[in-house]
């Protein structure tokens, strides 16, 4: 693994990625749309947004499979639509779905992908047990693929996708589909990884897994970066230090002609309650309550990524 790279270095060294109007289009179909970003070496680096806010297709160009339309691109100092084979060969590369041999072994997995980037057997032999070790595998290294985990089949993907010992690490999704455990395992994994030096780029849908995971991210919608910064300080700027959740028995929320304004900075009726984003949570519940508003629960919370996601990319869905 690469030694581990400090804040300091980040400011002096090269992007390992750079990003200037950077479009994507499909026909008339605009996916991603003139978005600037760039990364050092040694970050992880997150895109947080809704499906369809253009994360993936943003991975794929940054991964040399899909063209840019417009704008500039380069990627270890490499222009993709030029030197795409060059940057491949020291890419690391977790897709959205697992794309194993599940008529292999564990070990055959890495061992034959080793062979794609020109390693020799027993080198690839060497890293492959010693990844297996490190994704806790290695008791499965015989068994074959297609009866394991969905859980195992992550880590197993993450596992062959460092057979190479990448200069960049692209992970589209991580954890989707995996039970909590799992989730858990496969981000102690990529901590571990991240404290080695390893440079993270990750797509997520997952507040927690970005609050986990990233030094820094932007946050996507409408093919856009709305946002940009760490979790904290996406959380100082869109959001409160606190949040107070009231829940009314039915009817009554709609009754309250105003009695909450004035309660926090923000109020938001929501269908099921209404949330009050305030600096002291405790305070503003007690001001409601000497207001005489009886709600049927009260919970005071830290403000989440959650609450700027929300903020910031709306509540409904997007199909």
């Given at each position: 693994?690469?030694?581990?790279?400090?804040?300091?270095?980040?400011q002096?060294?090269?992007?390992?990625?750079?990003?200037?109007?950077?479009?994507?289009?499909?026909?008339?179909f605009?996916?991603v749309?003139?978005?600037?970003?760039?990364?050092s070496?040694?970050?992880?680096?997150?895109?947080?947004?809704?499906?369809?806010?253009?994360?993936?297709?943003?991975?794929?160009?940054?991964?040399?499979?899909?063209?840019?339309?417009e704008g500039?691109?380069?990627?270890?100092?490499?222009?993709?639509?030029?030197?795409?084979?060059?940057?491949?060969?020291?890419?690391?590369?977790?897709?959205?779905e697992?794309?194993l041999?599940?008529?292999?072994?564990?070990?055959?997995?890495?061992?034959?992908?080793?062979r794609?980037?020109?390693?020799?057997?027993?080198?690839?032999?060497?890293?492959s047990?010693?990844?297996?070790?490190?994704?806790?595998l290695?008791?499965?290294?015989?068994?074959?693929?297609?009866?394991l985990?969905?859980?195992?089949?992550?880590?197993?993907t993450?596992?062959?996708?460092l057979i190479?010992?990448?200069?960049?690490?692209?992970?589209?999704?991580?954890?989707?589909?995996?039970?909590?455990?799992?989730r858990?395992?496969?981000?102690?994994?990529?901590?571990?990884?991240k404290?080695?030096?390893?440079?993270?780029?990750?797509?997520?849908?997952?507040?927690?897994?970005?609050?986990?995971?990233?030094?820094r991210?932007?946050?996507?919608?409408?093919?856009?970066?709305?946002?940009?910064g760490?979790?904290?300080?996406?959380?100082?700027?869109?959001?409160?230090?606190?949040?107070?959740?009231?829940?009314?028995?039915?009817?009554?929320?709609?009754?309250?002609?105003?009695?909450?304004?004035?309660?926090?900075?923000r109020?938001e009726?929501?269908?099921?309650?209404?949330?009050v984003?305030?600096?002291?949570?405790?305070?503003?519940?007690?001001?409601?309550?000497?207001?005489?508003?009886?709600?049927?629960?009260?919970?005071v919370?830290r403000?989440?990524?959650?609450?700027?996601?929300?903020?910031?990319?709306?509540r409904?869905?997007?199909e």
């Open positions: 693994m690469p030694p581990a790279v400090t804040s300091a270095d980040r002096t060294v090269e992007p390992l990625i750079r990003a200037r109007r950077l479009t994507k289009r499909f026909g008339s605009t996916a749309d003139a978005i600037d970003f760039q990364l070496p040694g970050e992880a680096f997150g895109f947080l947004g809704p499906n369809g806010a253009g994360k993936t297709s943003t991975m794929r160009m940054v991964a040399c499979v899909s063209p840019r339309t500039e691109l380069t990627v270890l100092g490499m222009d993709p639509a030029v030197d795409g084979t060059r940057i491949r060969a020291r890419l690391g590369v977790v897709p959205q697992d794309t041999d599940t008529e292999l072994t564990v070990a055959e997995n890495l061992l034959i992908y080793g794609y980037f020109d390693l020799s057997y027993a080198e690839t032999r060497r890293r047990e010693e990844l297996l070790d490190f994704v806790q290695k008791e499965r290294a015989r068994d074959l693929v297609d009866p985990s969905g859980g195992m089949k992550r880590r197993l993450i596992a062959r996708a190479n010992e990448p200069d960049l690490l692209l992970l589209d999704e991580p954890t989707t589909g995996l039970d909590p455990q799992a858990h395992l496969v981000w102690e994994r990529l901590y571990r990884l404290q080695r030096g390893v440079t993270l780029v990750l797509t997520t849908h997952y507040m927690d897994e970005a609050e986990q995971l990233c030094d991210l932007v946050v996507m919608d409408k093919a856009k970066i709305v946002a940009e760490s979790p904290r300080q996406l959380i100082e700027r869109y959001a409160t230090r606190e949040v107070l959740e009231l829940r009314f028995p039915v009817g009554v929320q709609e009754t309250l002609d105003g009695q909450l304004e004035g309660l926090g900075e109020i009726h929501l269908p099921d309650r209404v949330l984003y305030a600096s002291n949570g405790e305070a503003a519940a007690n001001e409601a309550h000497e207001r005489g508003l009886r709600p049927e629960s009260v919970l919370r403000s989440s990524l959650e609450d700027v996601f929300l903020r910031l990319t709306g409904s869905l997007i």
